[in-house]
């Protein structure tokens, strides 16, 4: 049981290119969502979705767009990544209203 | 988005208790939980707490909520190396979503 994967684990960009940080997870959870972690920040919600075709923003969306086309999967999308963008992401999934999340093991991006 | 606060830092030494402190503003919690990070890991779920409980007991995690303060603590008995790394304190609201404290970095000092 693979849980949620991220995929890369970390990226080099150059301000103003676009990318896609991948997520799948193999629960077959309904709720999945996107963080991002900074140092003395901690996690702060970026999108999320309740289901397949269901998204909404979370606390910091600018800059990112999200689809969830499947249950299994997730992907971020950074549209024209900025400096600002630098950070560590983590996608979560969870089965249910009364469970904790499960997390991936992260992406690490840095632009430049 | 509701606040969740923890201080950044404690060390503690091996075979001492730790114990981490969380305070949250949203009296509508429902669960709060608490996780591990090793470094370059994701957040691993150590323990939870539903928010009618005052205390839960883990091996050597203690979980105690005091609701009317809105206070949640972690203690860590007989504290090892491998217990170091950064700990984060969430709460869930009614409305189904997290709230991440900023984490709170404790090194255990062989």
């Known amino acids: 049981n693979a849980g949620v994967t991220q995929t890369p684990k970390f990226q080099v960009l150059k301000t103003g290119q676009s990318m896609t940080l991948q997520c799948a997870q193999d629960?077959?959870?309904?709720?999945m969502s996107w963080y991002r972690q900074d140092p003395g920040m901690g996690l702060r919600l970026i999108h999320y979705?309740?289901?397949?075709?269901?998204?909404d923003q979370g606390e910091v969306p600018n800059g990112y767009n999200v689809s969830r086309s499947t249950t299994e999967d997730f992907p971020l999308r950074l549209l024209s990544a900025a400096p600002s963008q630098t950070s560590v992401y983590f996608c979560?999934?969870?089965?249910?209203?009364?469970?904790?999340?499960?997390f991936g093991n992260g992406t690490r991006l840095t632009v430049t | 988005g509701e606040d969740v606060e923890q201080s950044l830092f404690l060390s503690v030494r091996e075979g001492d208790s730790s114990v981490i402190n969380c305070t949250y503003t949203?009296?509508?919690?429902?669960?709060l939980y608490w996780y591990k990070q090793e470094p370059g890991a994701g957040l691993q779920l150590l323990t939870y707490?539903?928010?009618?409980?005052d205390m839960k007991q883990d091996q050597r995690l203690t979980v105690l909520l005091n609701k009317k303060d809105k206070h949640l603590s972690l203690r860590i008995a007989d504290t090892q190396t491998g217990d170091s790394a950064i700990y984060f304190c969430?709460?869930?609201?009614?409305?189904?979503?997290?709230?991440f404290g900023t984490g709170t970095s404790l090194t255990v000092i062989p």
């Open positions: 979560a999934s969870s089965p249910g209203t009364s469970s904790p999340l499960h």
């Open positions: 979705s309740v289901g397949a075709g269901i998204t």
């Open positions: 969430a709460e869930k609201d009614t409305g189904n979503q997290f709230y």
């Open positions: 707490i539903f928010s009618n409980m």
């Open positions: 629960m077959n959870h309904e709720y």
């Open positions: 949203d009296s509508s919690s429902t669960y």
